[in-house]
């Protein structure tokens, strides 16, 4: 089982920045890929930025130029960096990962943390 843990959420006004943290632990054997994803009331989680084993990264349009996703590897840790927020950007954030865990016959399983609440102010 991996457990996921975000942090850094808050209330900012319009233009500051965030910077959220998402710690994976438990038995991890080997992490292929984690994300950030965010979700509003009465609307469909979206995927905001997400990065492969290998580096690779992806963005929502909507946050291109204004985020910045990165990884820890030895910490098992994801984070993403949030400049010049919008009052649009307020949503609940979400830690995603997929992972191999001995607890689980090394299968892939994707995990969800418990997401930390971003509220920006205009």
């Known amino acids: 089982q991996v457990q996921l843990v975000e942090s850094g959420g808050g209330l900012v006004q319009a233009g500051g920045s965030l910077r959220l943290s998402c710690a994976a632990s438990g038995s991890i054997f080997r992490i292929n890929y984690m994300g950030w994803y965010r979700q509003a009331p009465g609307k469909q989680r979206e995927l905001v930025a997400d990065?492969?084993?290998?580096?690779?990264?992806n963005y929502a349009d909507s946050v291109k130029g204004r985020f910045t996703i990165s990884r820890d590897g030895a910490k098992n840790t994801l984070y993403l960096q949030m400049n010049s927020l919008k009052a649009e950007d307020t949503d609940v954030y979400y830690c995603?990962?997929?992972?191999?865990?001995?607890?689980?016959?090394?299968?892939?399983?994707?995990?969800w943390g418990q997401g930390t609440q971003v509220t920006v102010s205009s």
């Open positions: 990065i492969t084993s290998g580096g690779s990264t």
């Open positions: 995603n990962c997929n992972a191999v865990s001995p607890r689980e016959w090394f299968k892939a399983m994707t995990y």
